[in-house]
């Protein structure tokens, strides 16, 4: 029920907008967040939107250059994401929490976009 899409090959420096659809019912009752999967690594934390969309957090590996977003209307979370790196290349997944607390631990969301692949060259 959560559609990422945006991904994509790009130069370091360059951006990409990412996108997840999520058509819930309850879509003003969760926190979206924002993870990434790197080859042998273990998903983390990236950004998350609170359920209103007044509060937004951010690892601080991309803490100035990613913005996290939300259209309540459009029920949809979007991840602009400027100065890309290599670093940056992963797998970016979106998922929801009730947790408006402990945003950046991924056991405690529910639900998760299928995954949209990022590749960022040097």
């Known amino acids: 029920q959560l559609q990422a899409s945006g991904g994509g090959l790009v130069q370091s420096g360059g951006s990409l907008r990412l996108s997840c659809a999520a058509p819930?019912?309850?879509?003003?009752?969760?926190?979206m967040g924002w993870f990434r999967q790197a080859p042998g690594k273990e998903r983390e934390f990236v950004a998350a939107?609170?359920?209103?969309?007044?509060?937004?957090h951010y690892a601080d590996s991309v803490t100035g250059r990613f913005t996290i977003s939300k259209d309540h209307a459009k029920k949809t979370v979007t991840l602009q994401m400027n100065g890309l790196k290599p670093e940056d290349t992963a797998v970016y997944y979106c998922?929801?929490?009730?947790?408006?607390?402990?945003?950046?631990?991924?056991?405690?969301?529910?639900?998760w976009g299928q995954g949209t692949q990022v590749t960022v060259s040097s």
């Open positions: 998922a929801r929490t009730r947790s408006n607390t402990y945003y950046s631990r991924k056991d405690l969301y529910d639900l």
């Open positions: 819930l019912r309850t879509f003003g009752s969760y926190t």
């Open positions: 939107i609170s359920r209103s969309g007044g509060q937004a």
